[in-house]
């Protein structure tokens, strides 16, 4: 299944919640993502359809471990680009984490380990 930025973005969210606090609910996304309860439900269910998610009986959400390779790619794309934004062409801390949530979405993955290169190597 090709991914929409949309369901990266979930994906990517879920990543960070649980990291955060553990174990998350639909309503933790919601709050987090400023979403409606139906909006993530229907997303949601996406998720576990397509094998990324498991929802226990008390609607906890779990990665699976397909799901939490793809989250945590996403989410590697995001702080690599973000921090190459603000650290190495100065953009401002907000509008790099902006930008980066955009970027991480499109960029090739042959440049995307370029760029992870360039940003080892030039540290």
Known sequence: MKMSESLENYLETILILTNRKGVIHSIDIANKLSF?????SRAVHLLEDNGYITIDSEGVII??????????????????????????LGV???NATQDACRMEHVISE????NLKAYMTNSK
């Open 36 to 40: 409606s309860k139906p909006s993530v």
């Open 92 to 94: 401002d801390p907000k």
């Open 63 to 88: 990665l699976t471990d397909m799901g939490n390779k793809k989250a945590a790619d996403i989410y590697e794309r995001h702080v690599v680009l973000s921090e190459f934004l603000e650290n190495k």
């Open 110 to 113: 042959k440049s995307f380990e």
